[in-house]
């Protein structure tokens, strides 16, 4: 695909995309449709797998994680249509009757499918799994969740003292336990409920910190009964629901819209329209920390679909002010920090983003990967051992840079290269395509010259 802007080209081990604005620059206008949510998606396939009945999905991620995960599912005996449209349907299988795979399992580059299912493959007694994934998956740290699976019971045994995949997992009845979490991840908290659905009572997770509550609203919505402590971060799953299947409309994700809002901010005399986004509470840091830094975004049409809150957010270009973002709000932003870190390149003063050392085990070294890319764009990004320092005012290069095989610092440094006076090349952005296959065809869609 090719215009005089937007480029990609084919290299033998990597797609580059090339974003060249003419010196005279560019606007960005339009409407935009957003990809399904990630997280919505990964959770209604294993839901749909587990329970009784049809499950149908709308609105489903066609990326790649989400096909991970439904060919895992399939494995075990799930019946799940081809995902090649959005509208997704299961015939679930019932809780605790995942068949025994003839393979490994292999989760690719998805972290959130190879926790989750963890939970559920460790509680199918007196069956054996194997699961694997990509070289970045291989590389994560599994022991968030194998240790409070332990504690409940588990077998599973990994590489390097049970802390890497590949993991064998031979299932057990497991026990009640109460896990009081050492970090605020969603995908820990989800292992645990998962793995307590097929226990005799009650599962409790304490977290330190909010993270995202899809499992919490799915889980209910397809029958199970928990018990919520928003105090104390708390959620307790009453073991062995009746699971039904459900209809699930998934909302556009918030974390693939983040890079629609920062693009409009930053790119002079823009206003993109962005439709169907996901809002929920655990969801919109990004929003508060983008008003904290004065941008100009509306909430439209607010409305709530199958349990989650929806509007449509109306992004007009203004100039960004610097902020400090930390605590609480950093599980609200998880995956929001490389583009946010982009918006600070362009606001004036300092930004800087502290408590955020979980993204130096994600899909790469986000802290890392997003510095050494910006910084060779010409930004002033001091990595901090749990965050960033940025200098704002910036003016942008263009120059190659590496997207480490990442599909968010990918499409940031591609948001980035909308403001460099020069060519700027991402190598290896076919990594979009893990949650969000459109990526390159609506950028080009938006921008007006
Ligand atoms: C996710 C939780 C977050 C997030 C990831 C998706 C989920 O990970 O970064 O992209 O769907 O539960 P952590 O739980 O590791 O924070």
Redesign the pocket.
């Known amino acids: 695909m090719t215009n005089s802007i937007i480029t990609l080209k084919n290299q033998p081990d990597s797609q580059d995309l090339i974003i060249n604005p003419p010196s005279k620059g560019i606007t960005l206008q339009g409407k935009i449709q957003i990809p399904g949510d990630?997280?919505i998606s990964?959770r209604a396939l294993m839901l749909g797998a587990i329970s009784e009945g049809i499950t149908t999905i709308q609105g489903i991620l066609l990326g790649e994680d989400p096909q991970s995960t439904a060919s895992c599912f399939r494995a075990m005996g799930a019946e799940i249509s081809p995902l090649n449209t959005t509208e997704v349907t299961i015939k679930g299988m019932g809780l605790g009757n995942l068949q025994e795979p003839q393979d490994v399992l292999n989760a690719g580059n998805s972290?959130?499918t190879i926790r989750?299912m963890l939970g559920l493959l460790a509680s199918h007694n007196n069956r054996f799994f194997a699961v694997t994934g990509d070289n970045s998956l291989r590389s994560r740290p599994m022991s968030r969740v194998v240790k409070p699976l332990q504690e409940m019971g588990a077998h599973i045994w990994g590489r390097k003292q049970n802390t890497l995949a590949p993991l064998a997992i031979a299932g057990k009845q497991l026990k009640p336990i109460h896990y009081h979490s050492p970090i605020?991840?969603?995908?820990?908290k989800?292992c645990i409920l998962l793995g307590g659905l097929m226990v005799d009572g009650k599962t409790t997770v304490t977290e330190p910190a909010l993270?995202?509550d899809?499992s919490e609203r799915m889980l209910q919505a397809f029958g199970a009964e928990l018990e919520i402590d928003g105090d104390t971060n708390s959620v307790t799953l009453i073991g062995q629901p009746h699971l039904q299947g459900q209809q699930v409309v998934v909302p556009g994700d918030i974390s693939s819209a983040a890079f629609w809002l920062i693009a409009g901010c930053i790119v002079p005399d823009s206003e993109l329209y962005i439709e169907n986004v996901g809002i929920n509470p655990t969801r919109t840091g990004i929003l508060e920390v983008l008003e904290m830094m004065n941008a100009d975004i509306s909430l439209e049409n607010q409305r709530v679909i199958a349990g989650e809150p929806i509007a449509d957010l109306r992004v007009k270009s203004c100039q960004l002010q610097g902020c400090e973002i930390g605590g609480s709000l950093i599980?609200r932003l998880?995956?929001e920090i490389p583009i946010l870190a982009v918006a600070a390149v362009f606001a004036q003063g300092i930004t800087t983003i502290k408590d955020a050392a979980?993204l130096r085990v994600?899909e790469s070294d986000r802290l890392a990967a997003i510095a050494s890319g910006l910084n060779a764009l010409g930004a002033k990004v001091n990595e901090l051992p749990d965050g960033l320092e940025i200098t704002g005012g910036g003016n942008l290069e263009g120059i190659e840079v590496d997207s480490f095989k990442d599909h968010r610092i990918a499409m940031s440094l591609a948001i980035a290269g909308l403001r460099g006076k020069n060519a700027t090349t991402i190598h290896h952005a076919e990594s979009a395509a893990i949650s969000y296959p459109d990526f390159v065809e609506t950028l080009q869609s938006i921008i007006k010259v």
Request: no cysteine; net charge positive.
């Open positions: 990630k997280s990964h972290g959130t989750l605020a991840s969603a995908q820990v989800s993270s995202r899809h599980p998880i995956d979980e994600k």
